[in-house]
């Protein structure tokens, strides 16, 4: 049992709607068996693909499964319980890696990009908000040139938080706001550099490859690629972000993943597709609206809270 108050009780709290999309029902298949067969598998494969769990990634886990069942002769259906948890938290650690904070160069460059909705605003400000409180030198980029909106949001974010901001008219070439936030930064001395995007339909072809010529230009100016090219994705969406996840990365370097609303949805599943089968590394995820809710992915924390409480 995790213990009451802190980051781990906060965690299993935003996950109950997921946990009860899957590991209760997965508790209640496994409790009810006296064997273990190929009815049990067929049980389990439906309740992860309903928990947008995904079929590639419910195929390997079942799999992986039944392969240690026949290695090591069990027989107790409760064993199956542990080896799913087991078996999710290696899907999870696999190729995962911390959100990069420090570079012996300044500016510590963030770009950050994503479809409407998915809270790609809100992260930022969020980010913003944990590196001024580290006591480091925070400036904004409103690269959203398209919606007058997006950049008076961001402006009071940043009022509100007490950080520079770079913006342009509306319409402005969101790679030369990109560029002159650069110049701003390198010139004031600033350590984090967070760029908008506007929130673009992965479709659109036009509008992603502008999003590339943003990451050309900031490689040009800064003499690398961005330090993270993080994809904030809406877990509520579910197998969609799938979709999200590998188009992005067709047009630009996506380092990692933004996974928020997690405390909102049942399909919070979808984390060990984005991680399975795009292969990208889940950094940060959202587990509320406060300003200290988007936190660092620990996979083995994340398994920890999604099972907590669920023994057999």
């Known amino acids: 049992m995790l213990r009451t108050g802190g980051f781990l009780a906060r965690l299993a709290s ?16 496994i409790s009810r068996r006296t064997v273990i067969d190929e009815s049990l598998y067929e049980e389990l494969e439906e309740i992860l693909i309903q928990a947008d769990v995904g079929m590639p990634t419910t195929l390997r886990l079942i799999e992986a499964v039944r392969s ?4 090591e002769r069990v027989k107790d259906p409760n064993a199956v319980y542990d080896m799913l948890k087991e078996e999710m938290r290696r899907i999870l650690e696999e190729g995962s890696a911390p959100l990069v904070q420090t570079d012996r160069t300044k500016p510590l460059v963030y770009l950050m990009v994503g479809v409407n909705g998915t809270g790609k605003t809100t992260s930022i400000a969020k980010l913003a ?9 925070v400036m904004l980029c409103a690269g959203d040139t398209f919606r007058a909106a997006a950049i008076d949001q961001l402006e009071v974010w940043a009022q509100r938080i007490g950080v520079d901001l770079i913006k ?9 706001v990109a560029f002159d936030s650069i110049q701003a930064a390198k010139a004031r001395g600033t350590d984090v550099l967070l760029i908008d995007t506007a929130g673009r339909l992965q479709t659109k072809t036009p509008l992603m490859q502008e999003l590339a010529k943003i990451n050309r230009v900031i490689t040009r100016e800064l003499g690398r690629e961005p330090h993270e090219v993080l994809l904030v994705l ?4 579910g197998q969609n972000g799938i979709s999200q996840a590998r ?6 370097p996506v380092s990692g993943v933004i996974l928020t609303k997690l405390d909102g949805t049942a399909k919070g599943g979808v984390i060990l597709a984005i991680a399975s089968e795009v292969g990208l590394p889940v950094k940060l995820i959202g587990i509320g609206e406060g300003m200290d809710d988007l936190r660092d992915f620990d996979p083995q924390a994340f398994v920890d809270a999604l099972f907590e409480g669920r023994e057999i």
């Open 168 to 176: 342009q008219q509306v319409g402005s070439d969101p790679a030369a």
């Open 129 to 137: 908000n944990r590196f001024k409180n580290e006591g480091r030198h």
């Open 68 to 71: 240690r069942i026949r290695r």
């Open 234 to 237: 809406d877990a509520t969406t």
């Open 247 to 252: 188009l992005f990365s067709e047009a630009i």
């Open 14 to 29: 935003s996950l109950t709607k997921t946990r009860e999309a899957f590991v209760e029902k997965i508790t209640h298949v």
